[in-house]
């Protein structure tokens, strides 16, 4: 059997995080690989929270850097590849540190062997996550209902295999309704969506087992395995399943995602909002909301004043500088509209719950790295 690689990335964050302690204990014949890809600008929480996993998971988290910083006079990922951009800053139309400080690293590491790489999307998020363009690594979603990457499904489903993929789905099931819906061609009125929805929800094992056939007859690393216990998985794993993970396990939720209060004044009198973050990553990261500059601006003032003083020659984090965004007057600002941001959500929550379900459905799902 060809020896295939399997790797779990931990970005800090609280998905990828459980999904490492989810691997270990429901999958420990899989000799996972844990890695992690270091900036150099993560918050110290990040840190602890990989010590903390090392100790649960029974193995060392491998760090994976972009470059050799012994030849580096800068000594910091981010900082070396900021000289070479010349100052300029990432962004979200110039994302050169997910590819520099992420992307890269990885790809160089695993190299050429075939790979499953497993990454945390919830069951109940509506996105694909990061896909490699290489072709010797394939990535699984355990979390979700369809575990199958969008690349994968396309294939499956195609119309060229429609018949050949029928009679694996005879091979391990005579239910006629699973072979009704396995034999119904993709079209303008049949789209790839509902039929794997439809065979997904008749039973996901079998769905999976047909998949697994199918792609044995590809190169895609998962068909290289004589087995992989992941297709028996049925759990669709949500928020709520990923803080029980966190605390039954002892590693605890990332200090970041913890609310912390705040005081603004609405009208004349004082009100209580809390803050937090709502993603792991480098503390500087530009998808921060305004009221998570301020949380940082708050909660750790010395890594806010480093974040401002990369911004010089025109280059910011966002369209406002953050030298005008810790003026205590919009700070104030920033607060009372977070505050009232969140009180219209939670009212429309209580009110218009048909409406968010009815609004809910059909959503499309983006792609984002890890």
Not at 87 to 114: A, D, V
Not at 219 to 241: A, H, Q, R, S
Not at 246 to 273: F, H
Request: with cysteine.
């Amino acid at each position: 059997m060809t020896k295939i690689n399997h790797v779990l990335g931990i970005s800090g964050g609280k998905d990828s995080a459980a999904l490492a302690i989810y691997m270990s204990k429901n999958y420990p014949t899989l000799n996972i690989n844990y890695y992690t890809c270091d900036t150099g600008k993560e918050l110290n929480e990040t840190y602890e929270l990989i010590d903390r996993l090392n100790s649960v998971l029974g193995k060392k988290i491998t760090i994976y850097n972009s470059l050799d910083l012994e030849n580096s006079p800068l000594n910091n990922p981010f900082d070396h590849f900021l000289a070479v951009y010349g100052g300029y800053l990432p962004s979200p139309n110039s994302r050169w540190c997910t590819n520099k400080l992420k992307l890269q690293p990885f790809e160089k590491n695993i190299g050429n062997e075939p790979t499953i790489s497993y990454v945390g999307i919830r069951g109940d998020e509506n996105r694909e996550g990061y896909i490699s363009k290489k072709e010797n690594i394939q990535t699984i979603f355990p979390f979700r209902k369809n575990i199958w990457s969008e690349d994968v499904i396309k294939k499956f489903l195609s119309n060229e295999n429609l018949e050949s993929n029928l009679e694996v789905f005879k091979k391990i099931t005579n239910d006629s309704k699973i072979l009704e819906f396995a034999s119904l061609p993709l079209s303008f009125k049949f789209s790839q969506l509902q039929k794997v929805t439809a065979l997904i929800d008749l039973n996901v094992k079998i769905f999976n087992k047909a998949v697994f056939e199918f792609l044995k007859t590809t190169d895609y690393p998962v068909g290289k395995l004589d087995e992989f216990p992941v297709i028996e998985n049925e759990d669709v794993i949500k928020i709520d399943d990923v803080f029980a993970i966190l605390e039954n396990s002892g590693v605890g939720i990332p200090a970041y995602y913890k609310p912390v209060n705040y005081t603004v004044e609405i009208n004349g009198e004082k009100q209580t909002g809390t803050y937090a973050r709502s993603r792991s990553g480098c503390f500087f990261c530009f998808y921060q909301q305004k009221i998570e500059w301020v949380w940082l601006l708050e909660q750790h003032p010395d890594l806010f004043e480093m974040a401002m003083s990369y911004e010089k020659e025109g280059y910011t984090w966002m369209e406002e500088t953050l030298t005008d965004l810790k003026k205590p007057e919009r700070v104030a600002t920033i607060k009372k509209d977070h505050y009232l941001k969140t009180v219209r959500q939670l009212n429309k929550s209580k009110n218009n719950w048909q409406d968010e379900i009815l609004n809910a459905e059909g959503e499309g799902c983006a792609s984002c790295f890890i």
